[in-house]
């Protein structure tokens, strides 16, 4: 089976730009989820969708945005990019409906802002 | 909130000692416990789980077991090898769907031979 896909691997963007993240679950999965890794702040929730609909989210502001599509493929959004974030964002599919379901995580997008 | 706290690294061993990076939680209930364990450049992969008191969860010879008494999870290794290398995560979830994984800070491990 393959895993969780995450396009691109690398981005570079400029401060005030928008960016697109997208992420492939593992088949059958239906639920996606999103993290923000940086040196500072560690690993941070984001949201998680579920059958196209967001069933939680973190404690972001409202520049970061997501949808999940009906094949269970998910994009992620950050509107007018700052510096603070540049990180390494991390998708993860899962199947619930269990709470104990595992998490599995593609290899993450590294997003630079300059 | 719940809040999972790891022991600071880096934590630097030769091949073949023996490892324990401590974890302890702070949550209601029962939620599940994990490691998850990163190598450089990668996303994180898991290393194995528990989801209740008591349970051991094990892989590649590593173990942890679920405390619930002093709300531990301590991860162990007899022998590390260097291709241990890597960043490992203590990780909580709470058992209802759509909950997030509440991330320890991460610690650092360095196998020299």
């Known amino acids: 089976k393959a895993g969780v896909t995450q396009t691109p691997r690398y981005l570079i963007k400029t401060r005030g730009q928008q960016v697109t993240l997208s992420c492939s679950p593992i088949s059958g999965h239906r639920s996606v989820s999103w993290y923000q890794q940086t040196p500072g702040q560690g690993l941070q929730f984001l949201f998680e969708y579920f059958s196209e609909t967001q069933r939680n989210k973190g404690n972001f502001p409202g520049r970061f945005s997501g949808r999940q599509f009906s094949n269970s493929r998910s994009e992620m959004n950050v509107s007018t990019l700052e510096l603070g974030d540049s990180a390494l964002y991390l998708c993860a599919s899962s199947n619930p409906p269990k709470g104990t379901d595992t998490q599995y995580f593609g290899p993450g997008t590294r997003l630079t802002v300059l | 909130g719940d809040s999972v706290t790891q022991m600071e690294g880096p934590v630097t061993l030769s091949e073949e000692a023996f490892l324990t990076i401590n974890c302890t939680y702070t949550a209601t209930g029962y939620p599940s416990l994990f490691w998850y364990v990163q190598y450089p450049g990668e996303g994180l992969q898991l290393l194995l789980k528990?989801?209740?008191?008591?349970d051991k969860g094990s892989n590649k010879g590593f173990e942890a077991t679920y405390r619930k008494e002093t709300t531990s999870f301590h991860l162990e290794k007899g022998s590390v090898q260097v291709s241990d290398s890597a960043v490992y995560f203590c990780a909580l979830r709470q058992n209802q769907a759509g909950t997030a994984l509440i991330f320890g800070k991460g610690t650092t491990l360095s196998v020299s031979s």
């Open positions: 528990a989801t209740k008191a008591d």
